[in-house]
């Protein structure tokens, strides 16, 4: 049977590999079927989402891809084909964002500089039963992006604000963390100057929560110095760059294998940062790994006995079982000869 390279292309990737001909047909015939079944979804979507009631006199707050453009949900390019008018954060960016969805709408600019001058436009507009699209260079307007100021107003006027869920990076890259804490803190960006920012670390250093920044990638290596500086050295990392994009890499390593990881190669700093930190232990769990830590260095100059001994009178623990976790160092790593008498 003859074969023939077959080239796949998506948004992110292109795979050559070699298949059998007679296969082709099958699998053409199969992708048109899926394309097909995926149209006719499609429009019974459409038809779901003209068919729902969208306010006037309110204002849209419209999540938008952090990379990918696929990423956008149907409802939002409804709304936004719907609204009079858009403001945004960078009208150029926008503009082409938009285009790329065949969307052409009136835009308002709204940003850092201006939002205060921006939301009163707004306010005014809505008041006339405008509806207005509130959306951001990437991802959702207001989280670590302008927009909070414009929606205050917009609710300080009694008018409706009505948020389209979307694209958020930290959350993105926290799904696929693995980290275990319950709970996650949003950051956000840091200060740019080092003890500015060592200066907000501090009082994070013992939350028992996942704790989510943001980084630009000419800051990455100062940031992550300044983490690897502040916080335990076996604590838990997450670098997630280019979240959604062609170049998306999620590293997870301890806090002392960071910056050594940033160093390997010059493509780890390329690109937008989500940056993850594992939450600090609960007391009791913190406790715990403190005795382990200080009978771990007793054990390498004393045995095992005087090594619990030492450890109880330090950390408080409890010495019999430490004498207990010492044998079992012992057996795991021949850190210190066993002795045969117990503890008092």
């Known amino acids: 049977m003859s074969h023939r390279p077959k080239q796949i292309h998506d948004n992110q990737a292109e795979i050559t590999r070699t298949q059998p001909v007679a296969d082709l047909a099958h699998d053409d015939n199969a992708a048109v079927a899926r394309a097909y079944d995926t149209v006719h979804a499609a429009a019974s979507l459409a038809r779901d989402v003209s068919s729902q009631v969208y306010p006037v006199a309110a204002l849209y707050v419209v999540a938008t891809p952090i990379g990918n453009l696929c990423d956008i949900s149907i409802r939002a390019l409804h709304v936004l084909g719907l609204v009079d008018a858009i403001a945004c954060e960078d009208t150029r960016t926008s503009s082409n964002l938009l285009g790329r969805y065949g969307v052409s709408k009136p835009l308002i ?102 704790l989510i920044f943001y980084e630009a990638p000419h800051r990455i290596a100062e940031c992550v110095h300044s983490l690897a500086t502040l916080f335990p050295p076996q604590r838990q990392l997450v670098l997630a760059r280019e979240v959604s994009k062609l170049y998306e890499e999620i590293w997870r ?17 390329k690109g937008e940062f989500v940056v993850i930190v594992q939450g600090a232990p609960a007391q009791s769990e913190a406790q715990d790994v403190e005795a382990e830590r200080v009978l771990r260095l007793l054990l390498a100059e004393v045995g095992v006995k005087a090594a619990a001994q030492l450890a109880a009178q330090i950390t408080g623990a409890k010495k019999n079982a430490l004498y207990q976790l010492a044998l079992n160092i012992v057996a795991e790593t021949g850190e210190a000869a066993p002795e045969e008498d117990t503890p008092d």
């Not at 948020?163 to 950051?187: H, I, K, R, W």
């Open 253 to 269: 390593g301890t806090m002392a294998q960071a910056v050594d990881w940033l160093a390997q190669d010059a493509m780890h700093s």
């Open 109 to 210: 600019a709204a940003h850092q500089h201006n939002e205060r001058e921006a939301a009163q436009k707004i306010v005014s507009r809505l008041q006339q039963g405008q509806r207005i699209a509130l959306i951001s260079d990437a991802g959702t307007p207001a989280v670590s992006d302008p927009g909070a100021r414009i929606v205050d107003a917009v609710r300080a006027a009694g008018l409706r604000v009505i948020p389209l869920p979307g694209a958020s990076a930290g959350v993105t890259a926290l799904s696929a963390s693995g980290l275990l804490d319950e709970q996650y803190y949003f950051v956000g960006f840091l200060p740019n100057k080092s003890k500015q920012r060592e200066q907000a670390l501090l009082p994070l250093l013992n939350l028992p929560a996942s």
